[in-house]
């Protein structure tokens, strides 16, 4: 059993920047994809980035290319890295993880979550 812990979420201003962080609580992260989704008020959980076991190969929602960024550490922690955030980025965030080799953007791909951690970002 793999337990997920997302933190880093806050307040933040239009056009500031967080970094999220999701970590294992019992076992490493070491042969797992890890994807963040994110889920406003009223909406369906949505896709947000996705990197594989090895760090190799990443993949972003259009919404966030260019101003999101995943990456893993050699602790196997692995960061969101969130930049000019949006008011429309405002969301609970959930890191997911599963024992798979590829990149996964469904949620019903993944097989552990956190418990979310709150982003809100101000007009």
């Known amino acids: 059993q793999v337990q997920v812990v997302e933190s880093g979420g806050g307040l933040v201003q239009a056009g500031g920047s967080l970094r999220l962080s999701c970590a294992a609580s019992r076992r490493t992260f070491s042969s797992y994809a890890i994807g963040w989704f994110r889920q406003a008020p009223g909406k369906e959980r949505e896709f947000v980035a996705a990197?594989?076991?090895?760090?190799?190969?990443t993949d972003y929602a259009d919404s966030v290319k260019g101003r999101f960024s995943i990456s893993r550490d050699a602790k196997n922690t692995v960061y969101l890295q969130m930049n000019s955030l949006k008011p429309e980025d405002t969301a609970v965030y959930y890191c997911?993880?599963?024992?798979?080799?590829?990149?996964?953007?469904?949620?019903?791909?993944?097989?552990?979550w956190g418990q979310g951690t709150q982003v809100t970002v101000s007009s």
């Open positions: 997911g993880a599963t024992d798979g080799s590829y990149l996964y953007i469904k949620s019903y791909e993944y097989d552990y």
């Open positions: 990197i594989t076991w090895s760090g190799g190969a």
